[in-house]
């Protein structure tokens, strides 16, 4: 049958309308099961407090309310235990209504078993809101430190940046960059991190965070009839503004700071559109001395960080026994035809895509 000119984008919006009401449908759900769980735990402390309930009662409690209520799976004695030590966690009920009822029950369990610092504990629920992480993602976010790393890099944003945008862009940097699905001997250069981040690509956008689009690795530049080759080159959503990453295996040197302030300057001619906003860097150095970075970027008016990263250091034993980068180079290049791809298209990549929808709702 044929089918008005208007039917394919008419399909279209319906269809985001019925993901958008279904989406809204489940988090109201997932609103009001967690405020219950907050208020069967207030009720069970409260007689624990007052009346000594014991393991022996809540067991009891969870085989009533489970045979009157046979579909709802969060009614087990474990969970009565979790729905108490909720009660206990979060006592003001604003909160619970305007901020942890916005989460999953999963999330929430997570929270309380990890966290121990209130304040550290609304910072990562605000932030599983804000990023719609999953709860795998939030676990990952606690166990790195994230809330202790997150906007300590060294900056001169304060100057380089207008000032709505200083905070966020701030917040976008850590120090230290947990790199630990990284194994890197004492020998390792520049190219042997660059590749394994680009290997592990995955793992790399989600210690960088929320926002971050890769554009490519050693990204050429033309200046002045020469060619110059950035590290990574990124897209940050959020500010509208290209992001020049630098590597360094050793300790920060104020030379660098000159380098990327350059390669800033290029960007900023050759790629900015006129709707971006100026092109920030971010040098990552194995250590650095705070105070020398600080003076090496007190003059410079291009908007730039500078932060430290870790990786897993390989065992001492092993060291001996691995062939050196250049000795797998020659032999891979004996194995190789002539004709060789460059380095930035001889990694086998899965591009992650960068998306801000919430993570699933775990009713659980």
Request: glycine letters at 8%.
């Amino acid at each position: 049958m044929d089918v008005p000119g208007d039917y394919a984008a008419l399909l279209t919006d319906l269809k985001s309308r019925i993901r958008g009401a279904q989406l809204r449908a489940a988090l109201a759900v997932n609103r009001e099961l967690v405020l219950l769980y907050w208020q069967i735990g207030q009720e069970i402390l409260l007689r624990q407090q007052r009346e000594g309930w014991g393991a022996k009662v809540i067991e009891r409690l969870s085989a009533d309310l489970r045979s009157e209520f046979p579909d709802l799976k969060g009614l087990t004695p474990r969970n009565l235990q979790y729905m108490q030590q909720f009660a206990a966690t979060w006592t003001e009920v604003q909160i619970v209504q305007q901020l942890v009822s916005q989460i999953p029950w999963g999330h929430n369990v997570a929270l309380m078993q990890k966290v121990k610092d209130p304040a550290e504990r609304q910072w990562y629920a605000r932030a599983a809101i804000q990023y719609g992480w999953s709860r795998h993602i939030l676990t990952h976010q606690i166990d790195s430190g994230l809330y202790r790393r997150q906007g300590l890099a060294t900056h001169n944003f304060d100057r380089t940046i207008p000032a709505a945008q200083t905070d966020l862009a701030a917040g976008l940097l850590k120090d230290p960059y947990n790199f630990d699905f990284l194994t890197l001997g004492p020998q390792a250069q520049e190219r042997d991190l660059e590749r394994g981040l680009l290997t592990h690509l995955r793992d790399f956008m989600l210690e960088l965070g929320v926002g971050f689009a890769f554009v490519g690795s050693q990204y050429r530049l033309e200046v002045g009839g020469e060619d110059f080759f950035l590290d990574l080159l990124f897209y940050h959503l959020g500010l509208r503004c290209y992001v020049v990453l630098e590597l360094k295996v050793g300790a920060f040197k104020p030379e660098y700071a000159g380098k990327l302030n350059f390669y800033l300057a290029a960007v900023d001619d050759l790629l900015r559109h006129p709707g971006d906003a100026p092109t920030i860097g971010l040098l990552l150095c194995r250590n650095k001395n705070k105070v020398v970075a600080e003076y090496a970027l007190r003059d410079i008016h291009k908007p730039l960080g500078v932060a430290t990263y870790s990786t897993r250091d390989l065992p001492a034993p092993f060291l001996s026994e691995l062939p050196s980068v250049e000795t797998l180079e020659r032999e891979l290049e004996a194995l190789q035809p002539t004709e060789q791809l460059p380095m930035d298209e001889d990694i086998d990549v899965e591009f992650p895509r960068v998306s801000g929808i919430p993570g699933e709702v775990d009713l659980e």
